[in-house]
């Protein structure tokens, strides 16, 4: 398990050089490399998205997870991650997960929501950075793709935004995150805005 505090921000892809630049003049720092992030998002009915879109908590995303690939289906290492939001922090439990067919003709059985199937490929840049002993990242050129049949389809949605997420492992940290970060915060998730610019709902 990993309990964390976790706030986002989201800003128009025009607007994410003058949050760069924000970084930097705050002694901000780069710490890794960018990389592609590749997930498949897992429902059941869309229980999950209405859940999320309606502010329930606790409630979950389940999704597999790959790592600097653009085709999911390439990776030959994946990782299964449930996150569960709770009405101040969140918690992730991940674990190995890896596939033994091409197609994604399987399910997830969760205890919560039943069987769920794949649904959404969400495929994104990742830019990781530090500022003042807290961890930043900035999602750019974020791609939804509908999963059918088993398959992910070759064209997908491109979102005009991008997302910054503030991560602290202080769950109690929330007004020295406000103070560091004061721009307004929002709610922005990658399987919610997927569902809706495919017109899944």
Excluded: W
């Amino acid at each position: 398990m990993s309990l964390r505090l976790e706030e986002k921000i989201y800003i128009k892809n025009l607007n994410k050089f003058e949050f760069k630049k924000f970084i930097f003049l705050n002694n901000g720092k780069l710490l890794y490399p960018k990389r592609i992030i590749n997930s498949v998002y897992f429902d059941n009915d869309f229980k999950m998205y209405f859940d999320s879109i309606e502010g329930v908590v606790p409630r979950k995303k389940i999704r597999l997870r790959a790592y600097n690939v653009k085709n999911f289906l390439d990776s030959d290492s994946n990782k299964k991650e449930i996150k569960i939001t709770y009405f101040n922090y969140r918690d992730k439990i991940i674990e190995d997960f890896n596939l033994d067919t091409k197609i994604f003709n399987f399910s997830i059985n969760d205890k919560n929501y039943g069987v769920c199937k794949p649904i959404i490929n969400v495929v994104y840049s990742r830019n990781y950075y530090e500022i003042k002993k807290t961890r930043v990242t900035l999602d750019e050129n974020i791609n939804y793709y509908l999963i059918k049949n088993g398959k992910i389809s070759k064209f997908g949605k491109k979102d005009s935004e991008c997302v910054i997420e503030i991560k602290s492992t202080n769950i109690k940290n929330y007004d020295y995150l406000k103070k560091i970060f004061p721009q307004p915060r929002s709610r922005f998730s990658k399987y919610c805005r997927g569902v809706e610019l495919l017109n899944l709902c």
